[in-house]
Nanobody
Framework: QVQLVESGGGLVQAGGTLRLSCAAS????????MGWFRQAPGKAREFVAAIRWRGSRTLYSDSVKGRFSIDQDNAKNSVYLQMNSLRPEDTAVYYCSATVPYTASLPSRTQSYDYWGQGTQVTVSS
């Protein structure tokens, strides 16, 4: 069982930056993939980024590539999402997630992730 708690959301102007944190507890090891997803009002939850736990492989959605970066601090059992050059369309609730993938690839489908945090709101004003 894995527990995930997000923090770091807030209100920021377009062009600004935010850094989201996800504190993981429970059984996590290098089999796990950690992901960030987001959900805007009236829209489906969508993939943002993923990273292999205790690894270097990363994956990003096209909409955030070059602006967001995912990293981790294994000593703190935490995963982060650095968000730069924020746009109003980045406004959403952001969720941290975890899973043990069936393949070596990092999953990007919502259904592939088993554990979820409660989410943190990010609002970007124009």
């Amino acid at each position: 069982q894995v527990q995930l708690v997000e923090s770091g959301g807030g209100l920021v102007q377009a062009g600004g930056t935010l850094r989201l944190s996800c504190a993981a507890s429970g059984r996590t090891d290098n089999r796990y993939a950690m992901g960030w997803f987001r959900q805007a009002p009236g829209k489906a939850r969508e993939f943002v980024a993923a990273i292999r736990w205790r690894g270097s492989r990363t994956l990003y959605s096209d909409s955030v590539k070059g602006r967001f970066s995912i990293d981790q601090d294994n000593a703190k059992n935490s995963v982060y999402l650095q968000m730069n050059s924020l746009r109003p369309e980045d406004t959403a609730v952001y969720y941290c997630s975890a899973t043990v993938p069936y393949t070596a690839s990092l999953p990007s489908r919502t259904q592939s992730y088993d554990y979820w945090g409660q989410g943190t709101q990010v609002t970007v004003s124009s």
